[in-house]
C-alpha cells in the first residue's frame, strides 16, 4: 500500500489515506479520510453490530425485498458469486441444523405437485417425533429412528392429505415397505 497523508489523500478528493501506523487495534490498512477510523476496526464493528442486532436487519431487508424483488435478488446473487465459498460452508451448516425444516420444505413441495390439502412445518415433525417416543410409527418395528422418514397415513397418490394429522414418522426400511399402501393394506 502507498503511503499518502490524511491531507494529501483529501486534496486528492480521495475516501482512505494510509499513514504506515498501526491503530490501537494492531490493524496495519487504510484509513477513512472523513473520520480517521481504521478500515478493519469499521467493517469489525459493523459485522458486530449485524450480529447484534439479527432481527432488525432481517425486517430491514424484507422491507427491502418488497420494494423491488428484482433489484435485491439481483444484489444477492452478486454476493454469493463472489463470496461463494463462504456461502456453501454457511448453507451446508443451515442445512445440517435444519434437517426438518428441508424435510417438511421438500414434502410441502411434492404434495402440492399432487394437489393434495394441507401443509405442515419442522413443529410438527418435532411434535410427531416426541409422540412416538423417538421411535418408528409401525407397531412391530418400534426402531429407534435415528434416520427417519415423513410417511402420509393415507398415501397422497390415494387421496391423502398433507396435513399433520396424516403423518407419522417410519424408520427407511418401514417407509420402503409401506410405499403407496394404506396402513390397512400394508399391515395384511
Ligand atoms: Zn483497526
Ligand atoms: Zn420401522
Redesign the pocket.
Known sequence: MKLISRDRAKNKKLSRFFTGIR???G?L?ERFVCNGD?V??HKIRRRNWVINNYTKVKKYNRRRYKLNPKYFKEICKMWRQKNRAYDRTRINKWRKENKEAIRAFSANRRSRERNAKGNFNKDNILHLFGKQKGKCAASNCRTNLITYHVDHVKPLVRGGSNWPRNLQLLCPSCNASKGIKTMQEWVQ
Open positions: 491503530c490501537l487495534h490493524h490498512c481504521c478493519d476496526c
